[in-house]
């Protein structure tokens, strides 16, 4: 979680090599269809490490209320995995 500097806070859920891969992260996150779970990128050279773009999400008035849509978040992800895992199953 980062506090931004209007004091809302967002959530860094990921980073990458690449601004494709990023925005590709983006677009997976924002087809779960989670209200207020808008996504950005931000670039941030690492010197040494390389360029990194950040995939974050959200501005929220609290650091509850991010963390309570990144658990909302989490919660989507691992249906989809379930439900991918269950079809493996059924077609092994």
């Not at 990921?14 to 990023?22: F, N, P, T, V």
């Not at 997976?28 to 050279?45: F, H, M, P, Q």
Request: proline share 0%.
């Amino acid at each position: 979680y980062i506090q931004l500097e209007n004091g809302k806070f967002t959530i860094q859920e990921s980073a990458w090599d690449s601004d494709s891969k990023a925005n590709k992260r983006i677009s997976t996150v924002e087809s779960y269809g989670i209200k207020g779970l808008k996504g950005n990128i931000v670039k941030a050279d690492l010197g040494t490490k390389g360029t990194w773009f950040r995939a974050r999400f959200g501005e929220f008035s609290t650091l509850e209320e991010a963390h309570q849509k990144a658990a909302e978040l989490r919660g989507k992800e691992n249906m989809k995995l379930a439900m991918l895992f269950m079809s493996l199953l059924m077609f092994a």
